[in-house]
């Protein structure tokens, strides 16, 4: 199978604003943009494994069965990096063939930033857009899906889950930052604030710089608002979404916000966007 189109990637930290972003890039005309599918964290290694275990039984079924005759060809790197393109399509498009006017795929799972080197071993020529926010409204929102989504009991500071998820939130973050300079020549880095206060701005940098040619938009900007994505919903889901324009967020404390600030830097770097 031959892949035409361009390949981009959306990652970045948890509740830094991936979502907001890979739902502009699907307002462009010819791209297809789907979320969370994660597949170079749950799926690619898993490929890998089944590809080795192959090998070597084919490795042994040719010297046995065979007497050292047999042609049953193993998977090379060429090979499994073609397999590896097919499934992700295949799970990408719903076991469809690619829509004929597709011109890009975007695949938007915060995991991406931590599985740069799996995207490029299987798309060496793929984007990967790296989105930025910083940590403590980061954090802050984290636990709101997880008070929300998970356990009322998040609401407290005191709550034992919620101190082992910003000790964890903190050395994850090192780790997140490190990945961000390290690659700083690979991505391009756009800010959750900047494209928030001016979507229309991101929407023709993603199409010049990002993607390369104007493509246009399939709907208006405006439908990319908070405010009109809730208004989509029934009334029950409003309130507990993702997406919130009310004050109904997360308090942290002085003592985590303190926390947060003295383990969790900035990256030192410029931003595309």
Partial sequence: ???????????????????????????????????????????FHGVHDLARRFNANIEVVNKEVYDGFGSIPPIDRNSLRILQQNIFYHIFFGSKPMP????????????????LREINYTFPDAINVCVYRPAIPVFSSLIRHMRDHRDIGYDDPKNQNRISILENFCKRWQEYVEIIEQNRAKLKMVQYQSV???????????????????????????????????????????EKSLVQTSANKVKLTDAEKKMITDHCRDPDITFDF
């Fill in 100 to 115: 004929e006017d597709c011109v890009v795929t975007v695949e938007k799972s915060p995991h991406n930033i931590f599985r």
């Fill in 1 to 43: 199978m031959s892949f035409r189109c361009k390949k981009i990637f959306v990652g970045g930290y948890t509740k830094s604003g991936t979502t907001f972003v890979g739902r502009a890039f699907d307002i462009i005309n010819g791209v297809y943009a789907k979320g969370e599918e994660d597949y170079f964290r749950l799926m």
């Fill in 196 to 238: 928030a206060d001016d979507t229309a701005g991101f929407l023709d940098f993603a199409q010049s710089d990002i993607i390369g040619q104007k493509l246009g938009l399939s709907a208006p900007v405006e439908t990319l608002t908070k405010e009109h994505y809730l208004s989509t919903l029934p009334p029950e889901a409003r």
